[in-house]
């Protein structure tokens, strides 16, 4: 409050002193300014939501908020016709604010329920840093409206919430739902960073400024200011909640008197019997530097020289004045790139000028299908990572064609491979049951439990239209075989979960697909790169395709960060981009440095020899059937077969024969030591080799050695709780 009086004193006071300091008053004409501001914000904000995402609250409805904060920055103004201007500041916000409502309740006071009320309260910290454009109209000879926009970037907005007893202002506490006495006069507090915060702020201003001169010249003016911001977007995405703020405080603005026109490079005035010269001599050198980031102008300082003489009764004066300007460049480098091209065997030796070998095999493969669903903290929402198709997609969402999927890229079609399934099997049922991690404000939420479950419900109601009769909703605390110690992070995520089971064994039942595979050997391309500008090297891409019959398979790779000395190609890793014809690929490569310069190397040829199954046929080549299977659900730190797994075995032991070459694979998450996990694998993948009754089979143990998958998901830990087994089968 000091603040403003001292502004609304200055208003008054400092036209009576400007006018006793100078006679005349301050021009009316408009002048490029530039300068600084400073603000004290009243915070008035608008709103109309019970609650924040994910954040319980038993307030009914909030509407409004007040605060303080302040505003400073920068500030630069200029005219673009007699009485208007173009101005711009850059700067800092603060549009703190507190939003609070009054509800009567029920309270315990001496033992007894009497009428009370409390104040339900959110105290928020916001702040942005942005750029506002506005257009001055000047209506008087100091007076200036203004019109424009706020544009800002939201820095890091938090939180605190509570809800709190005002009357009686003592001896009163809450009920809780059961009607029991909390002993407390506070309940729902929470803090932290505001839940889905918009990431901009967006508002209109209008205001108007007053300018007083502080010289003679009008150079130097202080203006006293008053703006009103009326935000268009919401605090929190999902809420309507604007941040609005009343802002009165100064600018201080500098505006140099402009400068006299430049005369003519050679000028001769005449006065009675004077003759002045003035001669201007611009001269410019050009610096070329390895330490120059980019080009760049320094303007020399002038150096001014006179000279006077006389010739009879005329006197002569010669000003000279000479500038130097220097432009500094990057000196030119010649840029250079390079791409060589090696195969790599098992045993990690590069072979130069190597011809790749692609061999057919017939493949059926079997990927077990995870029937957990998990969520972030605190919330229902169904991760971005699962694919959710819409309505009109599912006629063509064929389970066949996840074949040359990966198994998490599979996983994620969980929701629509059990949408298909149940549409095929209409008597099937679903249970969900929905967890929570039973940590902090998780714990006995069965609310959002259920809340988990119903947004897979609601999914495959709305897209593969599934009754809601065929789907029971269950909410449940932690799952009945939860993940352990639960406070572990690692752990904590596994529990945050919808447990899907269902009556008919095919709802979930693996995915098997049967297709062609590809194996290479060697079975690594190495693409040796380098490159050379004399810049940072901003962007380097590798190009690799093979064209055949007007089908493409491409293998690109884009780097940006760390320019490595090689970038490898597994050729039968991801069988999508596996080579699949006889013709070559064609490979080259391109460098982008910070200058600007693009550099492309010649095209080059990768040789390829497909030995493809009709091939084998033709000329009666031996050949194999490579079948692939893998088991998951092992307990954690468990080896005993159970449940689905059971299943999985009968299957298998059905498609191999007495001739068959077996390999099984176990493996862990990261969890525990290493030789820990290395017995636990093995140990797994000896009762898989023990429960298809065939001694014979290879079995090793990985461990967590060789993570199959990302194990910062909880899934990803999950799938590596597995055995992978391999069947090949020689084809008569």
């Known amino acids: 409050m000091r603040i403003l009086a001292f502004v609304f004193l200055l208003l008054i006071l400092l036209p009576a002193t400007s006018n006793s300091q100078d006679k005349k008053p301050a021009t009316s004409e408009l002048r490029t300014s530039n300068g600084g501001y400073v603000n004290l914000n009243l ?41 208007l201007l173009i101005g711009f500041r850059a700067g800092y916000s603060v549009l703190d604010a507190e939003l609070t409502e009054i509800e009567k309740t029920k309270v315990i006071r001496n033992g007894r329920a009497s009428d009370g009320e409390f104040e339900h309260s959110i105290d928020a910290q916001l702040s942005n840093i942005g750029i506002e454009s506005m257009l001055g109209w000047r209506v008087a000879n ?64 209008a205001g108007v400024g007053y300018e007083l001169p502080l010289n003679k010249s009008n150079t130097l003016r202080l203006a006293p200011e008053l703006f009103y911001s009326l935000g268009l977007t919401n605090v929190v995405n999902s809420l309507d909640w604007q941040a609005n703020s009343l802002k009165l405080g100064l600018a201080i603005k500098y505006s140099p008197l402009p400068v006299p026109p430049i005369s003519e490079e050679h000028r001769t005035i005449r006065i009675i019997d004077t003759i002045i010269i003035d001669t201007i001599i611009i001269d410019t050198i050009i610096i070329e530097s390895d330490f120059i980031a980019e080009k760049t102008y320094r303007q020399g300082a002038p150096i001014t020289s006179i000279t006077s003489s006389e010739i009879g009764n005329t006197r002569i004066i ?40 692609i061999e057919e095999f017939i493949s059926s493969r079997q990927q077990p299908l995870l029937n957990y ?90 897209v593969w239209g599934i009754g809601g009769r065929r789907m029971k909703v269950i909410a449940a605390n932690l799952p009945q075989k939860a993940s352990v110690p639960e406070e572990e992070p690692d752990k904590s995520a596994e529990n945050r979960r919808v447990e899907i089971s ?15 595979f590809r194996v290479a050997t060697p079975a690594i391309a190495r693409f040796r790169i380098y490159a050379n500008s004399g810049a940072v090297v901003k962007m380097a891409v590798i190009n690799a395709s093979q064209v055949s019959q007007g089908i493409s398979n491409n293998f690109d790779t ?7 000395e090689f970038v490898d190609w597994n050729l039968s890793q991801n069988q999508l981009l596996t080579p699949r014809f006889d013709e070559s690929i064609s490979y080259s490569f391109t460098v982008l440095d910070s200058s600007g310069r693009e550099k492309i190397t010649e095209k080059r040829s990768l040789p390829i020899d497909l030995i493809s199954i009709r091939k084998k046929r033709q000329e009666k080549i031996e ?49 525990g030591d290493d030789e820990h996990n290395r017995i636990l694998s093995l140990r797994r993948a000896q009762v ?38 391999v069947v090949e089968t020689k084809v008569e």
Do not use: W
Request: charged share 25%; with cysteine; hydrophobic share 35%.
């Open 43 to 83: 915070n008035l904000h608008s709103a109309d939501f019970p609650e924040l995402p994910g954040i319980p609250n038993c307030c009914e409805r909030f509407q409004s908020g007040f605060g303080t904060g302040f505003s400073l920055g920068l500030l630069y103004e200029f005219p673009i016709a007699k009485s």
């Open 142 to 205: 100091r007076l200036t409206l203004y019109g424009g926009f706020r544009m800002g970037v939201v820095r890091a907005p938090t939180y605190s919430q509570a809800e709190q007893i005002i009357k009686p202002a003592s001896g009163a506490t809450f009920l809780d739902s059961n009607g029991v006495d909390t002993e407390k006069r506070t309940r729902n507090e929470f803090s932290g960073d505001l839940p889905d915060p918009s990431g901009m702020y967006v508002a209109v201003l």
């Open 318 to 357: 010669t000003e000279n004045v000479s500038i130097t300007d220097t432009i500094f460049i990057k000196k030119k480098n010649e840029f250079t790139a390079e791409i060589e091209l090696y195969g790599v065997d098992s045993t990690g030796k590069e072979i130069k000028n190597p011809v790749f070998r």
């Open 373 to 462: 669903i998990f969520f972030e903290e605190n919330s229902s929402v169904i991760p971005g990572r699962y694919i959710k198709l819409n309505k009109s997609d599912t006629a063509d969402f064929n389970i066949g064609r996840l074949y040359y999927n990966r198994t998490l890229p599979t996983y994620y079609n969980a929701l629509n491979i059990i949408g298909k399934r149940m549409r095929n099997h209409p008597r099937a049922r679903l249970t969900l049951i929905g967890c929570n991690d039973g940590q902090a404000t998780e714990r006995n939420n069965k609310v959002l439990s259920k809340n988990r479950a119903e947004s897979i419900r609601n999914y495959l109601s709305s």
């Open 502 to 516: 269902s009556n008919v064994y095919e709802i979930l039942a693996p995915v098997f697909a049967s297709d062609t």
């Open 558 to 564: 884009t780097i940006t960060v760390d320019f490595p």
């Open 623 to 671: 050949d194999k059937i490579i079948d692939r299977y893998s088991m998951i659900l092992f307990d954690f730190d468990k080896s005993d077969i159970a449940g689905i797994n059971n299943k999985i075995i009968d299957f298998i032991k059905s498609r191999i024969n007495a001739d068959s070459e077996i390999s099984i694979s176990g493996y862990t998450d990261r969890t």
């Open 688 to 725: 898989t080799a023990a429960a298809i009754n065939r001694t014979d089979a290879g079995v090793r143990g990985v461990g967590s050695s060789r993570l199959l998958y990302d194990n910062d998901l909880p899934e990803g830990r999950f799938y590596c709780r597995t055995v992978d087994i």
